[in-house]
């Protein structure tokens, strides 16, 4: 079988120039690489103008294998043929080697590339690719093919550590700067002469003669008559760059970068549609141990059900019955401590067998889908909030309160198809599953699922029973104590999925968050679209725009609550602005700025007001005065006819 490689795209933010000087300092031999004994130069040639510059070197490598294997191979050393074409003219090194060594046995080939960064001129990319096949040694061809693999691998990482070691070497030497190329003035000679100089440049290059003159090979430019560098084609913007890589998927291995590449390459080339991620990619990879033929056809067969089921749509076209909005007790909760995200799910707070005799098998395997889909965006989020690459998200499990009932037959299926489908379609998504106070009855539901459920995946899972997870090795080990449940025990009084929903300490967005009765100890500068039918915010908050709970209360005061839906609002403190508070009373205790088109039927002002226009309120209170009075109307009073001003309702209406 032949092994391949293929390297991301490495970048040296230095110019192309200072590189070279940096490489060829490699020669005849380098400290940093002891394997690397010797090398000879077989042979040179350099173009005229001194544009192109071929060299063949013949190098001796001290391999370290047993010393059993060499002596039944009959050698001590293993000879390569390297030859380098440099073209300063295109700003190009490349570099191709082949084992002389053993050639009718074992055939390893390798190329190299340094080239100038498409995007900046003064920095340099370096590409590698290699494979090896090995027909017969010995029957030795395992042992060949492991030590082979690992001397290779060891010598990459080196790579860039050398090239930097040689940098700095030259910089010690004050060297910082290395002249580009230009062509000389050339001396009178015949044109027949100079074509055969021309053609004998380019074949010894490995170009085509022809093409190489019309671009410009020989010392004359033909279309840059000023000797300015022509524009180089660097690396495709779809190449991967090893930085992106450590920075977004992490450490690889040099021999996973490549099964990742090669593996994204292919989908480039022969995929009809949308491209997953690097990341989601990587996820097959390392569900297959980074065989590529696994991963490439459980992949493909992923991203054809993703397009039969138009999974990338679901979180923008799909939207949760409002049965599961309301009786699914599950959510997402900060994230532990490894910033992977985290959900919490309380299944044996659910009414399973309801829940799947109201929706169907097929709703709720959508909603777990949208779950898992959402889980993908937030650890790409996370990703950027903590600077390391996080591809996988949390599970808490609290199975207090689970009995038989929870293993009727209908929901056991269920709960084994959306198993299936999630292990075939979001491999090495979950980091980690917690499952906390499991009862004398979890063991017969693991005997009914375990099959279902891979390897790998088992060995993440994390069981307590009882009050177990409290202690060493528990709850603390993987979450922080602030964001832990008061239902486990906790000091964080969100809720998932409940009707109450207390977050003392503040928090920074409660958007949508299902409750009936919400408190938020310490300000939360955003609480926009709580369903909730109590909400109070101590502390102030800057923004309740929309709020459609039915009571709000704002002890601190509150900039703007533009829309707020609720039926009573109490803003202690005052507030700046409550336009178009669609509320049918209205408190604001230390007076408030403006309250134009107020919609409430109870308006009390306590400290005055400065703007009243428009407040179609069926009762207004003003204590302090206001200083915009209205224009006295027909009618006798404010509660009997209504002022003037009172006739401009608002488009928020009466709730």
Partial sequence: ?????????????????????????????????????????????????????????????????????????????????????????????????????????????????YSVHPENEDWTCFEQSASLDIKSFFGFE????????????????????IIEYYLRQLEEEGITFVPRWTPPALAPSSDAAASSCKKQAASSAGVDAEPALKDGLSGEPLSNPSGAPEPVAGPPDDKLDADYIKRYLGDLTPLQESCLIRLRQWLQETHKGKIPKDEHILRFLRARDFNIDKAREVLCQSLTWRKQHQVDYILDSWHAPQVLQDYYAGGWHHHDKDGRPLYVLRLGQMDTKGLV?????????????????????????????????ISSWTCLVDLEGLNMRHLWRPGVKALLRIIEVVEANYPETLG???????????????????????????????????????????????????????FLSGECMVGVGARWVSLHGGCPCTVGVPARWVSVHGGCPCTVGVPARWVSVHGGCPCLGGVPAWWVSLPGGCPCTVGVGARWVSLHGGGPCTVGVGARWVSVHGGCRCLVGVGARWVSLPGGCRCMVGVPARWVSLHGGCPREPAPGPSKGWRAGRPAQAGLRTPFGLV
Avoid at 144 to 159: L, R
């Fill in 432 to 486: 980690r599953l917690l499952i906390l106070r499991a009862p004398r009855v979890f063991p017969v539901l693991w005997t009914l699922v375990s099959p279902f459920i891979d390897d790998n995946t088992r060995r993440k899972f994390l069981i307590y029973a009882g009050n177990d997870y409290q202690g060493p090795g528990g709850l603390l080990d993987y979450i922080d104590k602030e964001i832990i449940p008061d």
């Fill in 142 to 161: 395992s042992t060949v093919e492991k030590i082979a693999m690992k001397q290779y691998t060891s010598n990459i990482k080196k790579g860039k550590e």
């Fill in 357 to 389: 005799r109201a929706l169907g098998e097929e709703a709720l395997l959508r909603y777990v889908l949208s779950v898992n889909e959402e889980g993908l965006r937030r650890c790409e989020d996370n990703t950027k909030v903590f600077g390391r690459p």
């Fill in 1 to 113: 079988m032949v092994q391949k490689y293929q390297s991301p795209v490495r970048v040296y933010k230095h110019p192309f120039e200072l590189i070279m000087a940096a490489y060829e300092r490699r020669f005849p031999t380098c400290p940093l690489i002891p394997m690397f004994v010797d090398s000879d130069t077989v042979n040179e040639f350099r173009s005229e103008d001194g544009a192109i510059h071929v060299i063949e070197r013949r190098c001796k490598l001290d391999i370290d294998a047993p010393r059993l294997l060499k002596k039944i191979a009959g050698v001590d050393y293993v000879y390569f043929v390297q030859k380098n074409s440099l073209n300063s003219r295109e700003r190009t090194l490349h570099i191709e080697a082949h084992n002389e060594t053993f050639s009718n046995r074992v055939i390893i080939n390798e190329h190299c590339c």
